[in-house]
């Protein structure tokens, strides 16, 4: 079952922070953050494990509540680089990434 | 420089007729997965293989085959392709290892294929 993305959109005049959240009901491995810009491949953010390891290389946050099966991605001092729509991935138990809608991202000067 | 190839990035074709998406990786990675992207639905999955001969399918496999007899290939098939696969497909790879299971994946450039 596709894991539900909130909100759909989200328009930030540069500096501002967002958060966009990633819940599901099912039971998760890992969660899974990819960004995408417009006509481009998705691009990996990160990776939260059970336990609150994170594994990433951008200068990005993410947490990760395993108890209440939800992921959210916190994206401080937004720079105009960081516009697109943000997809949040779980890893199901077959190996399996089930992504979510999708949520986009403007940033305006 | 590590990458995930497609081949062709666009194709428009018509309906019933067989066609080939190509993609090779060369990073060694064990999993490979195709995706279809349509406007508003994120990524859905079309088949995923763990190694070589390993396949399975994923949420959407209907009207599509896969093959991975090779580590660095995994080709999508379109035996008999109808309007509604008219979509923008990526093909992925990963290596796998441990927890999580699926590590950072690589894209490719996207396949965008219209059908009529």
């Known amino acids: 079952q596709q894991p539900v993305q909130s909100p759909q959109a989200v328009i930030l005049r540069e500096g501002e922070d967002a958060v966009i959240n990633c819940s599901s009901s099912k039971a998760l491995y890992s969660v899974h953050w990819y960004r995408q810009k417009h006509g481009e491949a998705p691009v990996f953010l990160m990776i939260l494990l059970k336990g609150g390891e994170q594994k990433g290389h951008e200068k990005i946050s993410a947490s990760f509540n395993e108890k209440k099966q939800q992921s959210s991605l916190y994206l401080t001092a937004s720079q105009l680089s960081y516009s697109g729509t943000y997809f949040c991935?779980?890893?199901?138990?077959?190996?399996?990434?089930?992504w979510g809608a999708g949520t986009k991202l403007i940033i305006k000067p | 420089e590590a990458q995930v190839t497609q081949n062709p990035r666009y194709l428009i074709t018509v309906t019933g007729k067989k066609l080939t998406v190509t993609c090779s990786q060369n990073m060694n990675h064990e999993y490979m997965s195709w995706y279809r992207q349509d406007p508003g639905l994120g990524l859905r999955q079309i088949y995923y293989s763990m190694n070589v001969e390993v396949t399975d399918k994923g949420d959407v496999p209907e009207g599509y085959k896969v093959s991975r007899k090779e580590k660095r290939n995994f080709p999508l098939i379109l035996e008999s392709p109808s309007p509604n696969q008219t979509s923008l497909y990526f093909c992925?790879?990963?290596?796998?290892?441990?927890?999580?299971?699926?590590?950072?994946?690589?894209f490719g450039p996207g396949t965008r294929l219209t059908v009529t």
């Open positions: 991935g779980t890893e199901n138990s077959n190996y399996q990434l089930i």
């Open positions: 992925a790879s990963s290596k796998t290892s441990g927890v999580p299971l699926l590590h950072e994946q690589y």
